[in-house]
């Protein structure tokens, strides 16, 4: 019996995890490429990231004095971070086929490339890149960020 038990909780705990620590549900993207250090801030933890770590809103991505990254989005869209570069992923929904679509993102620092995806041919205007001294409306395919 006390297997049995063992056995309810450990299932229930697996059914309950949180995309804090790493649930497939409601990612939004992956780390496709990486050198150097790579953190992923999340939920109050820093945690480094690996090869097609996943990634959810709120994350906040910073690379090292050596490190880069390549970010891939459900929507196609790809970003590339270059060394010293933080962006936080803010806001991002797609689904298309019930009309949600929204991507913000902010760079905090150092130079980030942006690859428009789906979103971006679909509802232009929801698609946000904030700096701290400005925000950008992307309306084009690609869009390089250089904050200091």
């Known amino acids: 019996m006390r297997m049995f038990s063992a056995a309810v909780q450990i299932a229930a705990l697996v059914f309950t995890v949180s995309p804090s620590l790493g649930a497939d549900a409601d990612h939004i993207g992956i780390v496709k490429t990486m050198a150097g250090q790579v953190v992923v801030d999340r ?6 990231a690996q090869l097609n770590f996943r990634l959810y809103q709120g994350d906040v ?3 090292g004095s050596n490190g880069k990254a390549g970010l891939i989005l459900e929507d ?9 570069s933080t962006l936080a992923l803010r806001d991002f929904a797609f689904k298309p086929n019930d009309r ?10 150092g130079t980030v ?8 041919k679909l509802a232009p205007s929801l698609v ?4 701290p001294n400005a925000t950008v409306g992307v309306r084009g395919t690609h869009l390089l960020v250089r904050v200091d």
Do not use: C, P
């Open 128 to 131: 946000h890149i904030e700096t």
């Open 76 to 84: 196609d869209t790809v970003i590339s971070m270059g060394n010293g």
């Open 100 to 109: 949600k679509l929204s991507f913000v993102a902010r760079v905090y620092q």
């Open 61 to 63: 991505i910073r690379t």
């Open 43 to 48: 939920g109050g933890r820093a945690v480094d």
């Open 113 to 120: 490339s942006f690859i428009s995806g789906q979103i971006a």
